[in-house]
């Protein structure tokens, strides 16, 4: 793309550069004035990010050796790099080894060139792409910073970044400080169905790690998550990874595990956490379906049974069996299928879970009892991305959208991820286009 020349360098030394940016105005309206100026930046923009790719080419051309495979300067070649401002041609030297084959290029290495893209458009686009469908991401990227990219682009950038992502799954991330000291870490799992293009509806997996100071206040949270996959091998091995990490930094900590009433999430809580609890809520839904079966009419005694008897659960001893045996002794006022049925669910719920029930224990401690921040995380990173209307997913795009929402979610990980990638020196990996 050619500059219009309302943008020049002034001034360059080893440090910094000067760059000079013509904005021409429109003195009768403010936002074609705006739209001037963004077009003017994005020129700067180009010009700037030419001379920085510059200083990322190498200053000779001799012999680099690449795994084990020595390759020599070949030419110079142009290549259009894709950047938040706009198009760049830049014409780097490429290295290829003396039988020919894949072609190395020490600028692309050096600037961590993402497929054609510079480092700051892949981490804008990927994260845009991670919240929003494709189509919206071209709009807003062409509408908000004068930017046009084809939306088969877009996610194939997306998918370069998620792969990176997945490179790093395992890496050890920081965790920011805290306000205050950590005294609980709660565990958490569940899945929510998405649509797959082929298996149809399949169950995605969310993890979450949370720490809590003594009083019960959330401090941070992890977040994982896993497109659908049998056997769930991949997401309880990342989980476990995080798990054995925070038991590293938080060996003092209680370790509880919280969720709902399917069997295979206990299987696996029950190995990693000292204390387990069956979510409270989960459980008020059913004693809450008894007391409509038990004052039908009534709302006022109705509501009043279901605070006592909820009451007792957070905050005496024993209540959970004391209220299993009254559910037992019920007699219904109305004895129709449906309430039969809510009691008997309730009754069946409470007999399978007394063991997860000690709400009394957790709640003097200040412990959680609530698995809403795994609940929110279903919604939060698979569906208010994954199920929108019409969406049928790969397995595999799936993955990369769930691995990068993770990481963003968490908090400062996703620029922690950006910091690394930036550090590492991949001397040992030669960088392809798309």
Not at 174 to 183: A, G, H, N, Y
Not at 216 to 244: D, N
Not at 345 to 361: E, F, G
Request: hydrophobic share 40%; glycine share 6%; net charge neutral.
């Amino acid at each position: 793309m050619a500059l219009n020349m309302t943008a020049v360098i002034l001034t360059r030394n080893e440090k910094s550069f000067t760059l000079q940016i013509e904005v021409p105005v429109d003195s009768d309206n403010m936002l074609s004035s705006e739209d001037l100026l963004q077009d003017a930046l994005n020129e700067g923009g180009r010009l700037a990010t030419g001379e920085l790719l510059q200083r990322f080419e190498v200053p000779n051309h001799d012999p680099v050796v690449l795994r084990g495979q020595k390759l020599t300067y070949k030419h110079q070649v142009a290549k259009r790099y894709e950047t938040p401002y706009g198009v760049f041609t830049f014409e780097r030297a490429v290295y290829q080894g003396h039988c020919g084959g894949v072609t190395w290029s020490p600028l692309d290495h050096n600037a961590h060139i993402i497929g054609a893209a510079t480092p700051k458009l892949a981490k804008m686009v990927s994260w845009k792409y991670s919240k929003i469908p494709a189509p919206a991401v071209a709009e807003d990227l062409e509408s908000n910073h004068g930017r046009k990219l084809a939306l088969s682009y877009i996610k194939h950038l997306s998918d370069a970044v998620g792969f990176l992502v997945e490179d790093h799954t395992y890496d050890e991330y920081d965790i920011p400080k805290l306000d205050e000291p950590v005294s609980s870490i709660a565990i958490g799992l569940d899945g929510t169905c998405m649509l797959l293009c082929e298996g149809g509806w399949r169950e995605a997996m969310c993890g979450t790690i949370s720490l809590y100071d003594a009083s019960g206040h959330r401090q941070y949270t992890i977040y994982t998550a896993a497109a659908p996959e049998y056997g769930k091998s991949s997401f309880l091995g990342h989980l476990e990874h995080e798990i054995r990490r925070i038991k590293d930094r938080f060996p003092n900590a209680h370790y509880i595990g919280i969720a709902d009433g399917a069997k295979s999430n206990w299987c696996f809580l029950k190995k990693h956490t000292d204390y387990q609890t069956l979510d409270f809520f989960h459980v008020s839904e059913y004693i809450g379906a008894v007391a409509q079966a038990l004052f039908p009419v009534n709302e006022k005694q109705r509501e009043a049974w279901l605070e006592d008897r909820l009451h007792r659960l957070k905050h005496k001893m024993g209540a959970a069996s004391r209220l299993l045996r009254e559910l037992e002794a019920v007699d219904l006022p109305k004895k129709t299928t449906a309430n039969v049925e809510k009691l008997y669910k309730a009754i069946s719920y409470m007999k399978n879970n007394q063991s997860l029930m000690r709400y009394y224990q957790s709640v003097s401690k200040n412990w959680p009892i609530g698995s809403g921040v795994t609940e929110a995380a279903c919604k939060t990173l698979v569906k208010q991305r994954l199920c929108g209307s019409g969406m049928r997913w790969k397995h595999q795009s799936a993955a990369i959208i769930l691995g990068i929402r993770a990481l963003s979610q968490t908090k400062e990980r996703w620029e922690q991820f950006w910091e690394r990638f930036m550090a590492v020196h991949r001397a040992n990996e030669p960088v392809s286009a798309f």
